[in-house]
């Protein structure tokens, strides 16, 4: 089972330098290899691997990079080519491969196998050619490393990602099972009767983006201020993702750790369906991205874990009673709770969507607990703090519906 970890690293100045070397000598290569290959389409992978060794005769500079991360250009090359030739078959209108002209369409350098290594005492990666880096660890390596993938994000800072091989760790069965809805009110709710609240920080980090983006508007393009201003903007959102990245971490794993079987929706046909509605706002942007995100880790963390992540169509999950399986249509957007005509069902709309999405992954019928579920309201502080447990009997504190 392969795994990615990003760390930060902290190049030195002449380091960055040499980094920023290798990239450019890389890029060349790439440019290099497309141009060859370009001139003689007949050429095969192993004849454009062949011309790195031959091309280092003619062009010493190449020898300055270690020869295993010249190798992996040549792959991305062809694993370029090969997604191009894909599209076409599919009957995309594509053009050429392009060159890499610009510095900004070249920013990885890549490690595989060998030419890389951690010392965990010293807090140093060291990669051949390039020199010794200090690394902040943040947590333990259990597997392989295979590969390692440098770059330095649009923030300005370094990072180093671990390609990692691990044995997958099974966790013990629980023999639960729950249905989760991604709202807006909050910001899962789940068939338990948990209301995760909507992280806070998205809206208060949201104003700050709005400002600091109309500040940029009015600066003039390409002057210092407005570099100035752009980086802040790009900072406001790295910061803005790596809330939510903990927050979704912290919250997937919640799940993974305390059910067999997740049900939830599946977005991609979820976004189908609204995009037919028309534009979307800021907010509504992020919370999209940040439920695909959510749900990538669910399957990331499932995997190898001895769990079960059931993506379900979404059509009807929240205009189906859950108690009859009437289909109620009168249900406005702006009402919180659901009320069936047919039967009487009166619960929050959330809720019963988690039931519906939670039977319908299952296959058979759910029964929900009986009369006015209680609910109980998760703040977000308590999720990021890792204080969240499964509702035992005595827990609710707040009785909705
Ligand atoms: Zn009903």
């Known amino acids: 089972m392969m795994r990615t970890y990003k ?9 960055q330098e040499t980094i920023e070397e290798h990239l450019n000598i890389c890029r060349y290569l790439y440019n290099y290899l497309l141009e060859q290959k370009t001139k003689n389409p007949k050429l095969n992978k192993g004849d454009t691997q062949k011309l790195i060794t031959e091309h280092k005769k003619e062009n010493p500079e190449l020898k300055k990079v270690h020869s295993k991360v ?3 250009i040549n792959n991305k090359l062809w694993g370029s080519l090969k997604a191009l030739g894909k599209l076409k078959q599919n ?5 050429r491969l392009r060159f890499k002209s610009s510095k900004n369409h070249y920013k990885t350098i890549e490690y595989n196998q060998s030419g890389f290594k951690v010392d965990y005492k010293t807090k140093r990666l060291k990669l051949s050619k390039i020199g010794e880096i200090h690394i902040k660890l943040h947590r333990k390596i259990k597997g392989v490393i295979k590969g390692i ?24 069965k629980t023999n639960k099972v729950v249905g989760i809805d ?36 009015k600066k003039v393009r390409g002057s210092n201020n407005y570099k100035k201003t752009k980086l802040k903007l790009i900072k406001v959102y790295d910061k803005l993702n790596n809330q939510k990245n903990d927050f979704l971490h912290k919250l997937s794993r919640y799940y993974i750790n305390n059910y067999d079987k997740i049900v939830i929706e599946d977005l991609n046909i979820k976004s189908m369906i609204e ?3 028309g534009q979307k706002t800021l907010n509504r942007h992020i919370l999209d991205g940040s439920w695909k995100k959510f749900i990538n880790l669910l399957l990331y963390k499932a995997e190898g874990a001895d ?18 399986g009437c289909v109620v249509d009168s249900l406005k957007l702006s009402n919180r709770l659901f009320f069936c005509p047919n039967c009487g069902w009166n619960i929050d709309r ?26 109980r309201v998760i703040p977000y502080i308590k999720v990021i703090s890792g204080q969240v447990s499964p509702m035992s009997q005595e827990a609710p504190s707040v009785r909705e519906g």
Do not use: M
């Open 91 to 95: 009957g995309h209108k594509v053009g």
């Open 350 to 375: 959330d809720y019963n969507a988690s039931l519906n999405i939670l039977k319908s992954g299952l296959g058979e019928s759910v029964v929900p607990a009986e009369g006015r579920p209680l609910l």
């Open 149 to 172: 993938i440098i770059k330095k994000e649009p923030t300005g800072k370094w990072f180093a990602f671990f390609q990692v091989e691990e044995e997958p760790k099974p966790l013990p």
């Open 70 to 72: 010249l190798q992996i």
């Open 7 to 15: 760390f930060r690293i902290y190049p030195s100045k002449r380091l």
């Open 182 to 217: 991604l709202g807006i009110d909050g910001y899962a709710i789940d068939s338990e009767g948990n209301k995760f609240e909507n992280p806070k920080f998205i809206a208060k980090t949201l104003g700050k983006i709005k400002k600091v983006q109309k500040n940029l508007s």
């Open 275 to 277: 995009n037919k509605k």
């Open 307 to 324: 769990r079960e992540v059931i993506l379900i169509n979404p059509a009807y999950t929240s205009k189906k009673c859950s108690n009859c």
